[in-house]
């Protein structure tokens, strides 16, 4: 009976201390509402300094991380943005906001110009993606041969991979990587010279890189590309040489409708981008089409509701109708004093009517959702195209005990 009486009470100590150690630190609610308040407001200086408190309280839950990474995409620090986004997924991968914060580190990348991943993800895999700032480096993973950077991302398996990049003339370059699920991991290399290589005869040293390149691509006739405000000169190869760090690149061309994305160069990295450029005049049909079935579709529903409310008077005359027959007093003369009298075909006609306009009012209202679906369309398809017509989407999290419950997604879409 002891031997019971003190396993129970280790049991109870046990589960007291685990509830106690699921409670976060003291302050760090106070800390993180703070911090998410301050970022919906805007604050984002002062969300940061609220948001780094409670990570600092306690470093192992997601929250603080998750709402960084949106108070970097606020700000456009696209390498925090990614940095914290990536925490806040290694710390709980299984979490109710993995998939907001996942679109979040998409948003990012895109936004600091890294390749997409155009694949699908199965079951406890992600995608590595591997570049230097030398073309043509040889990528090692795992022990086995990749290709040459820069490597586009393709898949993997979740888990630790060690990478090495190597080229003549330069100290190979190793490091350790941990492979998130269902998102990008980048691996960005700068290889250092190899100061024996000229003097051992080993290899040859080659003069650092110190630019990356743009290569636009687009069908549009007459095309003038601007990197950062100027109209750049190509090179001999077809690229545009560029500083390392992030761009904007506008395309432009007669009877065109420009487009501007922003792209993130380092050094020896080739970045392309793919511009197809629409004609204005298919732009402007799109636009006069979508106006054309949304304006259809609105008087579809005026019709509709007209329509409406003559069923439901014909309904309500023939019901009045019907009780002025059915109470009206047995008599054999007429008086003036009795309503003129209605008969049942009367009444049936009425009954037509109502249910006619009914009909009428039904197909309407579908024609004009049909109308109006068919507009949006055309409108979504008019809208502009490039960074700088349409605001990047903003996934935010919402809040629940340990961080977050949920998302939201803040935007601006002008037509």
Same mark, same amino acid.
């Given at each position: ?68 990474? &949106? #108070? +970097?995409?606020?700000? %456009?620090? !696209?390498?925090?943005?990614? *940095?914290? =986004?990536?925490? $806040? ?115 040859? &040293? #080659? +003069?650092?890189?110190? %630019?990356? !390149?743009?290569?636009?691509? *687009?069908? =549009?006739?007459? $095309? ?192």
């Amino acid at each position: 009976m002891r031997m019971r009486s003190l396993l129970v009470f280790a049991l109870l100590v046990c589960a007291a201390s685990a509830a106690s150690a699921q409670q976060p630190p003291k302050g760090f609610l106070e800390e993180f509402q703070k911090g998410t308040d301050a970022y919906r407001l805007g604050q984002y200086d002062e969300a940061k300094v609220h948001l780094e408190a409670a990570k600092k309280l306690d470093p192992q839950l997601p929250g603080p991380w998750r709402f960084l990474a &949106a #108070v +970097a995409q606020a700000e %456009q620090d !696209w390498a925090t943005c990614i *940095t914290s =986004a990536r925490e $806040a997924i290694r710390l709980n991968p299984r979490s109710a906001e993995i998939a907001a914060t996942r679109q979040l580190h998409d948003q990012c990348r895109t936004a600091a110009g890294k390749a997409e991943f155009g694949g699908t993800y199965e079951v406890a895999q992600d995608a590595l993606s591997v570049t230097s700032d030398q073309l043509g480096a040889e990528v090692t993973i795992g022990g086995l041969k990749y290709g040459s950077t820069p490597m586009a991302p393709r898949v993997f398996a979740v888990g630790e991979v060690e990478v090495k990049v190597e080229k003549s003339g330069y100290l190979a370059a190793t490091r350790k990587v941990e492979v998130l699920p269902e998102i990008v991991t980048d691996v960005d290399f700068v290889l250092e010279v190899d100061p024996e290589a000229a003097h051992t005869g080993l290899g040859t &040293a #080659v +003069a650092e890189i110190t %630019q990356g !390149w743009i290569k636009v691509e *687009t069908g =549009a006739p007459g $095309a003038v590309v601007r990197i950062d405000g100027k109209v750049s000169e190509i090179d001999e190869n077809g690229r545009y040489p560029v500083d390392e760090g992030g761009h904007e690149v506008e395309v432009s061309a007669p009877e065109h409708e420009p487009i501007v994305k922003t792209v993130r160069v380092i050094k020896g990295q080739l970045v392309t981008v793919r511009a197809p450029l629409r004609s204005q005049a298919s732009v402007d049909k799109n636009r006069r089409l979508g106006n054309v079935f949304i304006g259809a579709g609105t008087g579809l529903v005026v019709a509709g509701a007209v329509t409406a409310l003559l069923s439901l008077r014909a309904s309500d005359q023939a019901r009045d109708w019907w009780v002025i027959e059915t109470t009206r007093p047995s008599l054999t003369v007429p008086t003036e004093d009795i309503h003129p009298l209605r008969t049942r075909a009367d009444i049936d006609d009425k009954v037509d009517q109502a249910k006619r306009y009914s009909l009428i009012s039904n197909i309407s209202y579908g024609a004009a959702a049909v109308a109006i679906g068919v507009g949006a369309y055309f409108l979504v398809k008019s809208r502009p195209a490039g960074e700088k017509k349409t605001k990047a989407m903003t996934v935010v999290p919402l809040l629940d005990g340990e961080g977050g419950l949920g998302a939201a997604a803040i935007g601006e879409v002008r037509w």
